[in-house]
């Protein structure tokens, strides 16, 4: 029954242990309400009525794996500053692990603020650096990452180009995991696109797939089969999924499938990417073949959609959406 093959296969997520190394944000919400225009600027006034703070970046992605039972650690670098320590105390009440996080003191924490009013956003505000991490920084990464490589299952490159995937911290990390036969799946962006060559599993979306190769590409089968093995030539990963917002998926490991989107309802796509990658990188850990991961993963998007605001993937509602939907 697809029921009982579904219970097994999210029951044994709950065996495996991932890394997730990337960019991590603090997300800040400040909520309010608009009743006045400024009288020094024609700008709204927001009246605060409540704030609040979460992970965000390659955190999420790890709250993701987190949420379906894997034991997960977290690499990154943070400055040395007040949204460092709100960091901490997050990953320490999520039960994350804090030693991979990297402090340094010439970057501020990646932090985002959103003011919203009445659910609709009125700005944002970023504290940034996207400049490369130095070398120093780099190689306190890089020892973090040897220290649990070979204690892992699977490890996610999740990149949002905030400088701490550098191109040879990435083929230090993708050399390393494939010398002790782990899997590497990579969410990139645009910079530094090509430097995953042969990770394992590589997971753009439709427009970053079109902006690094430097064409539009219709989001139909032929041409998004066209646009994949032009990337194949250049990235030699073992498998590409692409993912097509309304289209769904295209996978390409020699041959195409394409998995058409979950017709569970949408409020909000936000954090549909994190929990993608998150949830293949639990699919290859547990050695499932790419369709069924896929297919999972495509679900599990599909149910974090359902809620406002970037969530992890709840198990008991991956579990129903894989009864309902899946035929394996």
Request: charged share 25%; aromatic share 4%.
């Amino acid at each position: 029954m697809a029921s009982t093959t579904a219970e097994s296969i999210i029951a044994s997520f709950k065996d495996k242990r991932i890394a997730v190394v990337g960019d991590i944000m603090l997300d800040k919400y400040v909520f309010g309400h608009v009743s006045r225009i400024s009288p020094e600027y024609p700008v709204p006034v927001v009246d605060v009525t409540h704030q609040d703070v979460r992970l965000g970046g390659a955190a999420n992605v790890a709250l993701n794996t987190l949420s379906l039972g894997a034991e997960t650690t977290l690499l990154g670098v943070t400055g040395l500053d007040a949204d460092r320590e709100i960091l901490l105390d997050l990953f320490r009440k999520r039960g994350l692990p804090t030693e991979g996080l990297v402090g340094d003191p010439s970057r501020p924490t990646t932090c985002k603020t959103r003011i919203l009013s009445q659910n609709h956003h009125i700005t944002r505000v970023d504290y940034e650096k996207r400049d490369e991490i130095d070398e120093k920084t780099a190689a306190a990464i890089m020892q973090a990452f040897s220290a649990v490589v070979d204690e892992v299952d699977a490890i996610v490159l999740e990149d949002y180009n905030k400088g701490v995937l550098s191109r040879e911290l990435i083929s230090s990390i993708i050399t390393t995991a494939k010398s002790r036969g782990v899997p590497v799946l990579v969410d990139p962006k645009l910079k530094n696109f090509f430097a995953y060559r042969g990770c394992t599993i590589f997971k753009p979306n439709l427009s970053e797939m079109a902006a690094s190769l430097g064409t539009p590409v219709l989001n139909t089968d032929r041409e998004v089969e066209e646009a994949c093995l032009r990337l194949q030539e250049r990235i030699h990963a073992e498998t590409l999924v692409v993912t097509r917002s309304e289209k769904g998926m295209t996978i390409y490991d020699g041959t195409f499938t394409h998995i058409e989107v979950s017709s569970l309802d949408v409020a909000d796509v936000s954090g549909a990417g994190d929990t993608v990658i998150g949830t293949l990188a639990l699919g290859a850990a547990a050695g499932l073949d790419i369709i069924r991961n896929a297919s999972i993963a495509n679900l599990a998007a599909g149910t974090v959609c359902q809620e406002v605001g970037a969530v992890p993937v709840k198990p008991e509602k991956l579990l129903r959406a894989c009864r309902e939907h899946l035929s394996f």
